[in-house]
């Protein structure tokens, strides 16, 4: 795929919709001319990581307002596989490099051998993580 053309998709959690995920939809949107994102269950994300903060519709309201943003699909798919691609005319998947080669194998493994993943550099110094700590220590409650 030649960059600028095509779809792109990225999936996400999308909690506390923060900078570090308007730079990954920034940078995903180069990729191609279109940018769908898929947006992880609650119970999904509730097995790899903890429940969201914010509820699925929440998450998807946020997530399509950033302009880098072309549709979003709800309740996407933890295994992001070829068939997938092909059933939503995707052409590359793109994802933060912060995952070890096991997660990139369990998350994207046939499409990362079919040579559609894109990994991009991982915005550090925010996550919901993050927020969620800064949230815990300066509240006055």
Known sequence: MVAG??????DMVGDLFHPGHVALLRAARGFGERLLVGVLSDDVVAAYKRKPIMTM????TVIEACRYVDAVL???PYRVTTEFLDLHGIDVVVHGDDLAADAVEEAFGPVARAGK??????TGGVSTTELIRRCRTTAPW
Not at 117 to 122: A, D, G, H, N, S
């Open 5 to 10: 053309r095509g779809i792109v998709y990225v």
């Open 57 to 60: 519709a929440e998450r998807v």
């Open 74 to 76: 709800p309740d996407a």
């Open 117 to 122: 993943l894109r990994l991009v550099p991982y």
